[in-house]
Structures are given as C-alpha cells and as structure tokens.
C-alpha cells in the first residue's frame, strides 16, 4: 500500500475554497486515490475517487497530476459544517485500507 | 441513506464482560468486511479483515482471542470484546465495500465502547 502524507491541520474561513494536498509519492499504476470525511464520534464517510486528472462531484473536486504522486482535494466554498477530519487513501479494491493520520480542517466563522 | 449499519452506538459495561458488535452491509453483500479501532484524536487503526466463511485475518499487535471476530454470513460480520477491561474502552468501526473494481470503502456509524 502506497503511503500518503498529508498536512496535520488547516484552518479556513466559511466561503473559502479550501485545498487539501496529499503526496503519495510510492503510488502503483493500480491504484486509485481516494478521500474520506471523517466527524467526531462518526464512521468516515466517502468523499470523492479518482485515478487521474481531475473528477467532480455535487461536494469536492480531485486533482491528480500527470505523475499521480500527488492529489489535491479542493472544497469549494467552505461552510463550518465542513469542519472535520479528511483522509487521503491510496490502493486497489482488493487492498485493506490503513488510514494515516489525515488533515484535521478546521472552518472559522 | 446508510449502507453500512452498526450496532449497538456505543455500549458500557462491567471490566470482566464480553461486548458484541454487530456490522451489517444493507444493500450489497460483503464477502470482506474490516475493523478498525480508534483512539481520541487519533486515526483509525486497522484491527482485522473479516472473511466470509473463514477465520479472520488479525493485524500485528492484534489479540485473536481477545477480539473474536465471525462473519457467519455475506451481510453480517460481529466483534466481540471478550473479558473486557477498561483499556479496551474505544471507539470501534466497521467497514464493507461492495464488490467491483475499486468501490470505496463504506463504514458504519462505529460503536464507543466503555468499559468500567
């Protein structure tokens, strides 16, 4: 499993957009590149996956590089409701996922 | 909607008791299901692959006997915390994917377990 760092923390103000970068430098041609939102006392929840250039759902957009050793998560027009814990995963179906440390962001009014 | 649902939401119980956890895939079947525990502030920490039909695969550092896991069939998986004591107390989780290339991971809402 390729290995992701990403920024401990972030702040930001509510209508911002916010951008979220995760390296995985080790990444195998397979994988796919996968975010998380995670909420206290909560289960993480999907966010958006991709495998290369850029995808766009009704919540964030993800942005992968040519080179794919790098992904960034761009939430658009932040609301405090985002506050929250954002995990960058890498891997194929068949891997067990191990989550690292992720982005704890954190919305200011 | 969820479609992943865990049960019970959080449960307190005597050191020396044993705590069962349910995960239920809703909508999809789940040959492979995974717990994870966390920690306050921490992330979450893979504990075991559940595999439909067969034993489950523990990670490192990871007691067998002390977290049996069963996952007697392809939409439910359980945990149970045998002979907890107060270290035990966390936050538990579980997660299913469906089958497919690449589908995302969904978890459940998790379980906090409290042991006095």
């Known amino acids: 499993l390729a290995k992701t760092t990403q920024p401990i923390s972030m702040d930001s103000y509510e209508g911002q957009e916010v951008n979220i970068t995760c390296s995985h430098n080790?990444?195998?041609?397979?994988?796919?590149i996968t975010w998380y939102q995670q909420f206290p006392s909560q289960g993480p929840r999907f966010i958006i996956q991709g495998y290369k250039t850029k995808v766009t759902n009704e919540v964030a957009s993800l942005f992968i590089p040519a080179d794919r050793k790098s992904s960034t998560l761009s939430l658009p027009r932040v609301s405090l409701s985002d506050t929250a814990v954002y995990y960058c995963?890498?891997?194929?179906?068949?891997?067990?996922?191990?989550f690292g440390k992720g982005t704890r962001l954190h919305i200011l009014p | 909607g969820a479609v992943v649902s865990q049960h019970p939401s959080r449960v307190i119980c005597k050191s020396g008791t044993s705590v069962k956890i349910e995960c239920r895939s809703l909508?999809?079947?789940?040959?492979?299901m995974f717990w994870y525990r966390q920690f306050p502030k921490k992330s979450l920490m893979l504990m075991a692959t559940s595999n439909e039909g067969s034993k489950a695969t523990y990670e490192q550092g990871v007691e067998k006997d002390k977290f049996l896991i069963n996952h007697a069939s392809l939409t439910l998986s359980t945990l149970t915390v045998t002979s907890a004591h107060p270290e035990d107390s966390s936050f538990y989780i579980c997660?299913?994917?469906?089958?497919?290339?690449?589908?995302?991971?969904?978890f459940g809402n998790g379980t906090r377990l409290t042991v006095t």
């Open positions: 995963l890498v891997g194929t179906g068949d891997d067990k996922i191990i």
């Open positions: 909508d999809f079947q789940a040959t492979t």
């Open positions: 997660s299913a994917r469906r089958q497919g290339n690449n589908s995302p991971l969904h």
């Open positions: 080790n990444i195998a041609t397979n994988d796919y």
